[in-house]
């Protein structure tokens, strides 16, 4: 890699499989009708993936996705039945790192997009590095508002000894790459701008949009939403961005999406 290049990973990290309903309210697929009472929603893939930024000022991770333990370490939420965990050996998190050849202590930004279990779940790994932690402010001060194991799919333990730094506003972390708030999924869920001299824009929705059919136009909104009006304002912040820069927006759980991404080894710049 020359200086001055960017080189960019989509690393798939396992799936979940999930009801859709979870996922779109879309009343056609989801819900039941007079003529079909107990129609179920359709069981789907979901799959996870983190993004390892390689960039001449540092290399940059965004979010950790699914844990190894997930079905113990879950278990007390009472929630594994609704999402369970399908990981090959060579998709799991670290197996995915030590295919990129990166250790955890060569991540000089560790970058949340929220602080659910499918995108902290490896956060623990970093405690003690050196990376610079990152997530938003309001995402930080939900995440550390409660007591206890947890709270839903926040899990602790999977980013409580973390020595978080938190942002506010849009920042440009590194030059090219930009955190966005994208607020509604979770308190302060963000989105990742990254600008490539190759590809070009590219913004990373994570869960602040889950589908390109939650994306539309028009939105339709997830059946779990934290704030579904701030979740609408950010669905269409990014369609903003995404009409300015040409951008390829890449949504957080897409199934068919995922099939089509260059995905590590293989890479963006
Ligand atoms: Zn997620």
Not at 71 to 89: C, H, M, N, Q, S
Not at 198 to 223: H, K
Request: proline share 7%; aromatic share 12%.
């Amino acid at each position: 890699m020359s200086s001055g290049e960017i080189k960019l990973t989509v690393m798939p990290v396992g799936k979940f499989e999930a009801s859709l309903s979870w996922l779109l309210f879309d009343p056609a697929r989801v819900v039941g009708t007079r003529q079909e009472p107990h129609k179920a929603a359709p069981w789907v893939d979901v799959p996870v993936h983190s993004v390892l930024i390689q960039h001449p000022e540092g290399n940059l991770l965004w979010d950790t996705g699914l844990p190894r333990d997930w079905e113990t370490k879950w278990a007390p939420t009472g929630l594994t039945d609704y999402w369970p965990v399908v990981a090959e050996e060579q998709e799991w998190f670290d197996s995915r790192l030590r295919q990129a050849g990166v250790e955890t202590g060569d991540i000089d930004f560790l970058v949340f997009s929220h602080l659910h279990w499918d995108h902290a779940g490896n956060g623990w790994m970093f405690n003690g590095t050196d990376a610079k932690v990152v997530c938003s402010q309001a995402e930080y001060e939900g995440a550390f508002g409660f007591d206890g194991y947890c709270d839903g799919p926040f899990i602790r333990s999977d980013y409580g000894e973390l020595p978080f730094e938190t942002v506010q506003e849009d920042t440009e972390i590194l030059p090219g790459v930009t955190l966005l708030q994208t607020p509604g999924h979770t308190w302060g869920t963000m989105s990742l701008q990254v600008d490539l001299p190759d590809t070009g824009t590219m913004i990373f929705t994570s869960d602040a949009i889950f589908l390109g059919d939650n994306f539309g136009p028009p939105a339709v909104t997830p059946g779990i939403v934290h704030d579904s009006q701030k979740w609408l304002s950010s669905v269409e912040k990014i369609r903003g961005i995404a009409e300015r820069t040409d951008a390829t927006v890449i949504f957080g759980h897409d199934a068919e999406q995922a099939k089509h991404m260059r995905s590590a080894p293989d890479y963006y710049t």
